[in-house]
């Protein structure tokens, strides 16, 4: 029961987390369409609904077995995870914003968990995501993965349009040293 609280908690905290901080960005210069934002987040969405309701699903097999431990480390990586979207999250500061869009003012933030990958929220995210997978243990849980996976990669791909228009160089520079959402890998 513990780690149903610690899991869903650490999902409440983001949450709210990103709610408040939302109030307090830059004002929006460009903001990407209404059909291009539904490319990302569709996936995204049925990605969350497969993991809320996949612990009560009757249907849904279970993929893990009961064993000790893959409850605990489930809620480890989802407070790890919620640890490095805060982190991010603060660093990137008033650039945030929860769609695609410029700001004014914007920069180009390459400090923090931004030195070990380009879109350390998404990265974070997944290992929350990842995190609750493991806790759930079943079928569901592994299609939601592949979901955010790519809802986080094709809006990924859309903030680079942005960015790689408003840094030409800087991010071109900054795209070469820095990997998107694994270090090191991808």
């Not at 929860?98 to 180009?108: A, D, R």
């Amino acid at each position: 029961m513990m780690l149903r609280y610690l899991i869903w908690g650490s999902w409440a905290v983001f949450f709210a987390y990103w709610y408040v901080s939302a109030r307090r960005t830059k004002p929006t210069c460009e903001r990407q369409s209404r059909p291009a934002q539904m490319q990302w987040r569709a996936p995204i969405i049925v990605s969350y609904l497969l993991l809320a309701f996949a612990p009560w699903g009757t249907r849904d097999a279970r993929l893990l077995p009961r064993i000790a431990g893959w409850g605990e480390a489930g809620a480890a990586l989802a407070l790890a995870g919620l640890a490095f979207c805060i982190w991010a999250r603060r660093t990137l500061g008033a650039n945030w914003s929860g769609t695609v869009t410029l700001k004014q003012g914007h920069e180009l933030i390459q400090s923090g968990p931004y030195r070990l990958v380009r879109n350390p929220i998404y990265t974070g995210m997944l290992i929350m995501l990842l995190g609750t997978a493991l806790w759930v243990g079943r079928r569901s849980a592994v299609v939601a993965i592949v979901l955010a996976v790519i809802g986080f990669v094709i809006k990924l791909r859309q903030e680079e349009a942005f960015m790689q228009r408003q840094f030409p160089e800087a991010y071109a520079a900054y795209s070469a040293r820095v990997k998107r959402l694994i270090p090191f890998v991808y």
